[in-house]
């Protein structure tokens, strides 16, 4: 059973950091594209960041490039979202996702292009 689990939420005051983590288990492959996506209340799910099967292509969304940043480490399962600098406007439920139907350099942008999903993980950044 392909499972994906988020962790590494939390409260936080603005300018302050936090890491994600999402870690996957049950994929036929261990190379699958993986994108953030965050949702916050009211609001339709937005992608965040995205990093292709080779693992040498990312994608950020405007309202975080330079702030956030991607990364997997292959041997562990593990995807990582580092961001810093965090806003009020980045509070949200963040899911991490992934896919194994892309090609090995592209990074899809859209829900629809990630087969797998986590169950989410609270960001909540405070003014």
């Known amino acids: 059973q392909e499972q994906l689990v988020e962790s590494g939420g939390g409260l936080v005051q603005t300018g302050e950091s936090l890491r994600l983590s999402c870690t996957l288990s049950?994929?036929?492959?261990?190379?699958?594209?993986m994108g953030w996506f965050r949702q916050a209340p009211g609001k339709e799910r937005e992608f965040v960041a995205g990093?292709?099967?080779?693992?040498?292509?990312?994608r950020y969304s405007d309202s975080v490039k330079g702030r956030f940043t991607i990364s997997r480490v292959v041997a562990e399962n593990t995807m990582y979202l580092q961001m810093n600098s965090l806003k009020s406007e980045d509070t949200a439920i963040y899911y991490c996702a992934a896919d194994l139907r892309s090609s090995w350099v592209r990074v899809g942008n859209a829900p629809s292009d990630y087969a797998y999903w986590g169950q989410g993980t609270q960001v909540t950044v405070s003014s």
């Open positions: 049950g994929l036929p492959s261990s190379q699958p594209a």
């Open positions: 990093l292709s099967r080779d693992g040498l292509t990312a």
